[in-house]
């Protein structure tokens, strides 16, 4: 929204450096004086340097948000081998347990045969 906001702002300053630039070519053409040439070019250069301010505002806020999309994905990145790591980690745990669990179903029919048989 930032970054949004501050584009629309640069889309005004566009705008407004648009039609004083306008002004200032109608002016010439109609051999505007000179105080009012000078204003004219006064301005013009204002908006010019709000506009490199703008530009510089927006390629720092990009560059932020960029650095902050980098370390989200980073961190995701890390929480996802976290996450496999711990799934392959039970899968293990019941591998094992299942294993167990076969053993002790096998002794458990040994010990039956052998009491039946007893």
Same mark, same amino acid.
């Given at each position: 929204r930032r970054l949004e906001t501050c584009c629309e702002e640069a889309d005004d300053e566009l705008?407004? %450096?648009k039609k004083e630039l306008q002004k200032y070519k109608e002016a010439v053409s109609?051999? %505007?004086d000179q105080t009012e040439?000078?204003?004219?070019r006064t301005r013009l250069t204002t908006l010019q340097q709000k506009?490199?301010?703008e530009?510089?505002?927006l390629e720092e806020q990009a560059k932020t948000l960029l650095e902050q999309k980098e370390k989200a994905e980073n961190q995701l990145h890390k929480f996802?081998?976290?996450h496999w790591r711990e799934v392959r980690r039970l899968e293990t745990c019941?591998?094992?347990a299942d294993d167990e669990l076969d053993q002790a179903k096998k002794e458990l029919q040994k010990y039956k045969e052998a009491v039946s048989h007893g």
């Amino acid at each position: 929204r930032r970054l949004e906001t501050c584009c629309e702002e640069a889309d005004d300053e566009l705008d407004q %450096a648009k039609k004083e630039l306008q002004k200032y070519k109608e002016a010439v053409s109609h051999g %505007a004086d000179q105080t009012e040439l000078e204003t004219l070019r006064t301005r013009l250069t204002t908006l010019q340097q709000k506009g490199q301010e703008e530009k510089k505002k927006l390629e720092e806020q990009a560059k932020t948000l960029l650095e902050q999309k980098e370390k989200a994905e980073n961190q995701l990145h890390k929480f996802e081998d976290l996450h496999w790591r711990e799934v392959r980690r039970l899968e293990t745990c019941c591998e094992e347990a299942d294993d167990e669990l076969d053993q002790a179903k096998k002794e458990l029919q040994k010990y039956k045969e052998a009491v039946s048989h007893g």
